[in-house]
């Protein structure tokens, strides 16, 4: 089919005028090609996976539909299911229908399935690939390149992206490892333009294009220490009886700019806040606000009854804090609450009748929920090291959440920063729309050597690099630059092979040993896990036993420093016998410099393991830690993922594989168990 916009293509499907960038998209993938498509956020490039995927439906193709995050698996899923087609889910700690024609997974469940089973896919037409600028993320990145690499060489792909600039030498990549043809389809163009302002306390509302002019005036004084402000540039910002505060807090900036988001009608607002206290703290001092109309706070009353009886939540739930709040149009949302509570955040979030949502950036990935304008409180956040000023991708990435299409005309993006910010920060970098680049990540784990290995051979392992975005990347480099990256990474996989030698996952002939079958089908703890498996330490622990040192592997407290609890006296030596297990595979990586070595068991969840088993309701679990239940419960979820993994790699005769699902079902109940809320949700 010829990619012409005016004659023999597609222009309407489902009722929507379809724009150029989805037209040529779709006109390259029904010629056979894989597609690479770069558009901002909200530009409609799910669309194209839509019509992908409903086109494969009616030629009864298969099809595999990836993202980086499970909310929007989920999502996925219900769309799919609600449109009557066979559809399948599996996230790890969900599988719903495995050979259904439309499957649901995330990246790292394909990943898995290439390797091991990749006659199951051989009838796969293609799949797509939602937020494909993640192969650049630090921890997860890899992950999407093998995917790429390693996919059986009849599948195509469709490959969605957030607007990046060098969109066409990641398709020239992808060109060079696909046997089919590839199209990049790229897009600037947004439905619906974005306007960007700073919001200065003392000053007020301006252009984020004057950030130059502004700098030059406050390092003249335009702004004073007793907070007034020239007016002659905007309005002068003022509390409820009329004053100008001196705005210290930033709580107190946020809520200055806020109460004039009401007072002009710019509602809803999405608040992007960098740190979960900060969205609960911004949210109830809001929280005083009255959104609703009597008639939107009968709707609101109505659908909150309608969450609780469709979620088999208690009555008592309409009391609780987020549905209080969601009553007056007010919200808050971030990683650290129950599945459960971000579930009915978001329903109440889409319905409509939730005017302002505190946030962090997680509520920017791939979920479809814009707003009229989108605040941010602070361009700062904590990185995993250190803070650090937002980059221009993130930026954009929240502030395409602005603007909703067919009702406004042009999004509100709205910065606040106090003077330091604005003498210090990045602006014109972050306001620039021009996202950085996407770099390789590629490194491969043990799990995937384990599997090269025996298919390649050791020597040949190495072209797997050869094939790797990041050697496509280092071409650009002199020829010195090149040699110093191809030793650094054949080091770097060197060292690995180097580790499962000594610990006896490879034998001669570079076949995997009993050790090694176990290790290549456990994903990220293949290490601890199997030799915790074969040095004896979980056989004979109890069901719960096993559960806390599952948790222990997973767990990981966010806060430096902190052991948690100390287990109960008739736990206290399993943390030591697991201990000195993984403290010799530690030993070994130091010794053959492996750069980022495994992740060491915390057991500061201990008694909140043990109390969960027991029946503990999760509010009264997570009082045992300073964990939030929401952290508490993803945990407890990614410990039953990697229990049933390491039940599905050892021999059935085991009496362990019992053990294993017992302690899969005492953990796997109410809040924890995710098949359960996605089905009755």
Known sequence: MANDFDEGTLRHWRGFQLNRFQVEAIAALRAGKNVLVGAPTGAGKTLVAEYAIEA????????????????????????FRAQGIDVGLLTGDITLHPRAQVLIMTTEILRNAIFEN?????DVEFAVFDEVHFLDDPLRGSVWEEALIFAPPSMRFLCLSATIPNIHELGQWLAEIRPQALQVVESSARPVPLHHRLFLPLVGTQEARDVARLRREAKHGAFDESGRARRRHGRSARDSRGRRPRPTDPALRTEMLLDELELQHLLPVLVFAFSRKDCER?????????????????????????LVRAFQLPEGELDGELLAMGRRGVGYHHAGLLPIHKELVERMFTSGLLRMLFTTETFALGINMPARTVVFHALEKFDGVGI??????????????????????????????DERALSEAPLERIFADRP?????????????????????????????????????????????????NRRRQRGMAEAHLAVLEQLGYLEQGDQPTPRGRVARVINGFELQ????????????????????????????????GFGGRRPEPNFQDLPRRVARTLARVSAIEAENGVETPLKLPDFGLTQVVLAWCKGAAIEEAAELSESSAGDICRTLRMAIQLMREVRHAIDPSWDLRERLASAIELVNRDEVDARRQLEIG
């Open 56 to 79: 494969a439906v009616e030629r009864r193709r298969r099809c595999v539909y990836t993202s980086p995050i499970k909310a929007l698996s989920n999502q996925k899923f219900r769309d």
């Open 118 to 122: 990749p006659r199951e896919l051989e």
């Open 282 to 306: 911004l949210a109830r001092r809001n929280a005083k606000r009255t959104l609703l109309s009597p008639t939107e706070t009968s709707a609101m009353v109505a659908l909150q009854k309608e």
């Open 388 to 417: 650090q000023w937002l980059r221009c991708r993130e930026y954009m990435q929240m502030a395409g959440r602005a603007g909703r299409q067919g009702i406004d005309s042009e999004g509100l993006v709205y910065s606040v920063v």
């Open 436 to 484: 950085e680049a996407v770099f390789s990540r590629f490194q491969l784990s043990y799990s995937s050597l384990l599997h090269l290995v025996p298919t390649l051979g050791r020597e040949r392992v190495h072209q797997a690099w050869e094939k790797s975005f990041n050697q496509y990347q280092s071409r650009a480099n002199s020829p010195k630059a090149q040699e110093k």
């Open 529 to 560: 896990a199997t030799e915790l498996l074969f040095q004896g330490v979980l056989e004979q622990l109890s069901s719960e036993a096993l559960a806390v040192v599952f948790v222990a592997l997973i767990h990981e407290d966010r806060r430096r």
